[in-house]
């Protein structure tokens, strides 16, 4: 599965977004290389996973990348991990269980 929103299915439909930028803005972003459309999206998804509409998984999936591609994109858009003091709490209490100490 893809995300939530495919609701189970392997794939998913795209929608087509029409976006709106001054030529000056489009013009220097293409001379700096990038493929506008993928920065948008890429963009898009990185604002999700901020607002917790998207999970890690959730972003791996849609942009197609592997885990440590994933952590790297995550860290480029300076996305926080959700990772909470009660998830640090759980996981020393699994590792105590599990190992001692």
């Not at 939530?4 to 972003?29: H, V």
């Not at 290389?33 to 890690?56: C, I, K, P, Y």
Request: glycine share 6%; proline share 1%; aromatic share 8%.
């Amino acid at each position: 599965m893809c995300c939530k929103n495919c609701q189970g299915r392997d794939t998913f439909e795209a929608m087509n977004l029409t976006l709106s930028i001054p030529d000056g803005l489009a013009a220097t972003l293409k001379v700096q290389g990038r493929d506008l459309a993928r920065s948008a999206f890429e963009a898009l998804v990185a604002q999700g996973f901020r607002e917790w509409q998207l999970s890690r998984a959730e972003v791996q999936d849609v942009l197609g990348l592997s885990w440590h591609e994933t952590e790297a994109f995550l860290a480029r858009y300076g996305c926080d991990r959700h990772y909470t003091e009660d998830d640090l709490a759980q996981d020393r209490q699994t590792l105590t269980e599990l190992f001692g100490r």
